[in-house]
């Protein structure tokens, strides 16, 4: 399994701002993957993140509000941009580890005000 | 898509019972993973089973997999206070992305 890491835990953001979230993994990964978990609901994947490549955004999310970037292939972040209070979620990474699964981080809590 | 939808929604039982929740899926799979969330914390993964095999069995877990009528199941034994999460079940959707259910609020009663 991988160790995943996300700062920051929680951050109370007022709107217009935006908001990047760090996610560190402890070992090498191809693939890193955001999502976001709205209150009371499930996961939905925002973009699927390689290294060296463009992220691949699903429907409903753009690059313009959620940039991403993967510098390497231990580390990524999620930028939330021009914030909302329609943004306020739980934001999630994962990595997908082959045979074993897909892993998550401990999430980073966004409340906008 | 294909997605997971657990069943039920949510589920209350005493301490020591045992808890059972299903998912089902639309689509052929390569895999079904299983994951608990305590309140508004991360994603623990608790199990992946592959779309050959029929059965896996973690401490108190057990999980099934009936590709025939897609659907799976996780079975929790002798269930603790600390079991007490939501679960969701997720499944492959190519390109190793993975869809996830809605999840089953499971509350157990001291």
């Known amino acids: 399994s991988a160790v995943i890491s996300q700062k920051p835990s929680r951050d109370i953001c007022q709107r217009g701002t935006s908001l990047t979230i760090q996610c560190q993994v402890d070992?090498?990964?191809?693939?890193m993957f955001w999502y976001r978990q709205q209150p009371g609901q499930s996961l939905t994947l925002i973009a699927t993140?390689?290294?060296?490549?463009?992220?691949?955004?699903e429907s409903g999310f753009v690059i313009d509000k959620f940039p991403i970037s993967r510098p390497n292939l231990t580390f990524s972040t999620l930028t939330v941009s021009n914030l909302s209070p329609e943004d306020s979620s739980i934001y999630l990474c994962?990595?997908?580890?082959?045979?074993?699964?897909?892993?998550f981080g401990p999430g980073t809590r966004l409340t906008v005000t | 898509s294909q997605q997971g939808e657990e069943d039920p929604q949510a589920l209350s039982i005493q301490e020591g019972e045992n808890a059972t929740m299903n998912c089902s899926y639309k689509?052929?799979?390569?895999?079904l993973q299983w994951y608990r969330q305590n309140s508004g914390r991360g994603l623990v993964h608790l199990i992946l089973?592959?779309?050959?095999?029929r059965e896996k069995h973690s401490g108190r877990l057990r999980v099934t997999l009936d590709t025939s009528k897609k659907s799976s199941s996780l079975l929790i034994t002798a269930s603790r206070a600390a079991d007490t999460a939501s679960y969701f079940c997720?499944?492959?959707?190519?390109?190793?992305?993975?869809?996830f259910g809605k999840g089953t609020r499971l509350h157990i009663l001291p």
């Open positions: 689509t052929s799979i390569n895999n």
């Open positions: 089973i592959r779309s050959n095999e």
């Open positions: 993140a390689n290294q060296g490549s463009e992220a691949t955004y």
């Open positions: 997720a499944t492959d959707a190519g390109d190793d992305k993975i869809i």
């Open positions: 070992s090498q990964v191809t693939m």
């Open positions: 994962s990595v997908e580890t082959g045979r074993q699964g897909q892993y």
